[in-house]
């Protein structure tokens, strides 16, 4: 038997370091809690900024709080497509190299060099949660997801592991509407192979020779 994972769609938001979101909104400025999120500690922040990009800008974007150590920007690749920016598939925290942005708040600007990225969907999960579904922090698996005529079948999809996580699978907009998610979209760990991960860009090489497995 496997679980059912209830999955969220992420719009696109900003996490924020202290030092940014002080020149924006001001020496000495907190962010303000508006609600709570799913994976406990993390909230919605009542203060909002404009990403800036060469094509177009996004107003009112959320933050997300608490502070971190860098500031980040999720985006979908339609919102990168958009604004004008590359786009770098990215594990949160992992924005060396990704390409930078301009941030605004009223008259305020900064520009950070690097930070956006597009998240590589996730599901997070206790311990106990990945013992019973046979996986491993950092692994990628298959997950099916349950919806009326457009179910899709989701690959690399990383299992992030800790006991403070809620089981919750993570996507972007772009990835939520291409399973026309209904009002409690879930999915499930699809086994497609006993061994733990598979290369699909092995897979598809070997479909073009010939290979069946
Ligand atoms: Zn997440």
Request: hydrophobic share 35%.
């Amino acid at each position: 038997m496997s679980l059912k994972i209830p999955i969220e769609i992420s719009a696109r938001h900003v996490h924020m370091c202290r030092g940014d979101f002080e020149e924006l909104f001001g020496k000495g400025a907190e962010l303000t809690f508006e609600k709570e999120l799913s994976q406990p500690g993390q909230y919605l922040a009542k203060e909002r900024i404009d990403i800036v990009g060469p094509k177009n800008t996004f107003h009112n974007v959320a933050i997300l709080g608490p502070f971190r150590s860098a500031t980040q920007v999720e985006l979908s690749i339609t919102d990168t497509r958009k604004l004008g920016l590359a786009h770098a598939i990215r594990q949160s925290g992992d924005i060396a190299d990704t390409p930078g942005c301009n941030l605004s708040h009223g008259e305020k600007s900064i520009w950070i060099d690097q930070g956006v990225i597009v998240a590589k969907r996730h599901i997070h999960m206790t311990p106990q949660q990945a013992m019973r579904l046979h996986v491993r922090d950092n692994e990628e698996v298959c997950i099916l997801t349950h919806s009326y005529e457009r179910s899709v079948i989701y690959a690399d999809v990383v299992v992030r592991v800790s006991k403070n996580f809620r089981l919750s699978m993570h996507v972007d907009t772009d990835e939520g509407n291409a399973f026309a998610c209904d009002t409690e979209p879930f999915g499930v760990i699809l086994p497609l192979y006993d061994t733990a991960t598979y290369s699909l860009e092995k897979w598809t090489e070997e479909l073009l020779e010939g290979i069946s497995r």
